[in-house]
């Protein structure tokens, strides 16, 4: 992912957005091989995201090998022509969205207690109310468990680009009559990709550097 300057944002908005998501993109290859791609929930805490992996995917089994890989979470807001920002430049539509990519070192294990535990952590970030609040190595879960690993990538650098609206710091009322006019089309996600359209353009001084 281009680290292009005329979109990072801070990294307390970077932060803001990841955990605002459930799913991420885990990439890992091989020296010779096609990169795998896997799309997993997650967990983050501070430097370190916890995953877990079916054993049999290729993924897993590529970050095996290299435990060098990436992993991004996005989302698509929305796409605009380019007469919404110049009528004489074909140039201008854009697509709109949140990007944050990290490079990590992996490490996994394969024992089940680890993997429950793995489970367990994901259960009270995303569904607080499961049966029981935990995944335990018994009857139940056992055999599910085996088949099973728990991922911990080690986050070593990242990446994030928002393209939100028109780029640069003469754009800011070309992002707010891009946003309205996303509002007037109303098509599905159109009011959404709108609303953080605004959001980043309100966080932005005339000068297009970012408030603190």
Same mark, same amino acid.
């Given at each position: 992912?281009?680290?292009?300057?005329?979109?990072?944002?801070?990294?307390?908005?970077?932060?803001?957005?990841?955990?605002?998501?459930?799913?991420?993109?885990?990439?890992?290859?091989v020296e010779g091989g096609f990169p795998q791609v896997t799309l997993l929930p997650f967990i983050?805490?501070?430097?370190?995201?916890?995953?877990?992996?079916?054993?049999?995917?290729?993924?897993?089994?590529?970050?095996?090998?290299?435990?060098?890989?990436?992993?991004?979470?996005?989302?698509?807001?929305?796409?605009?022509?380019?007469? /919404?920002?110049?009528?004489?430049?074909?140039?201008?539509?854009?697509?709109?969205?949140?990007?944050?990519?990290?490079?990590?070192?992996?490490?996994?294990?394969?024992?089940?207690?680890?993997?429950?535990?793995?489970?367990?952590?994901?259960?009270?970030?995303?569904?607080?109310?499961?049966?029981?609040?935990?995944?335990?190595?018994?009857?139940?879960?056992?055999?599910?468990?085996?088949?099973?690993?728990?991922?911990?990538?080690r986050i070593v650098g990242y990446q994030a680009k928002f393209k939100i609206g028109p780029a640069?710091?003469?754009?800011?009322?070309?992002?707010?009559?891009?946003?309205?006019?996303?509002?007037?089309?109303?098509?599905?996600?159109?009011?959404?990709?709108?609303? /953080?359209?605004?959001?980043?353009?309100?966080?932005?001084?005339?000068?297009g550097r970012w408030s603190s």
């Amino acid at each position: 992912m281009k680290d292009a300057p005329k979109h990072q944002v801070p990294l307390r908005l970077a932060d803001a957005f990841v955990a605002s998501q459930r799913q991420g993109t885990l990439v890992a290859s091989v020296e010779g091989g096609f990169p795998q791609v896997t799309l997993l929930p997650f967990i983050k805490d501070g430097d370190t995201i916890h995953l877990h992996c079916v054993q049999l995917d290729p993924t897993f089994q590529a970050l095996c090998k290299n435990p060098r890989v990436a992993f991004l979470v996005s989302e698509f807001l929305g796409v605009f022509p380019s007469d /919404w920002v110049d009528p004489d430049d074909g140039g201008r539509g854009s697509t709109v969205y949140r990007a944050v990519n990290f490079e990590c070192i992996a490490s996994y294990d394969t024992s089940p207690d680890a993997v429950a535990a793995a489970l367990t952590r994901l259960l009270a970030g995303y569904e607080p109310g499961a049966p029981n609040g935990s995944i335990r190595d018994d009857e139940r879960y056992g055999g599910r468990l085996r088949q099973l690993a728990a991922v911990t990538l080690r986050i070593v650098g990242y990446q994030a680009k928002f393209k939100i609206g028109p780029a640069g710091a003469d754009e800011r009322e070309r992002r707010a009559a891009v946003a309205s006019a996303f509002r007037r089309r109303n098509l599905p996600g159109d009011a959404n990709a709108a609303e /953080w359209i605004d959001y980043y353009n309100a966080q932005r001084l005339p000068d297009g550097r970012w408030s603190s």
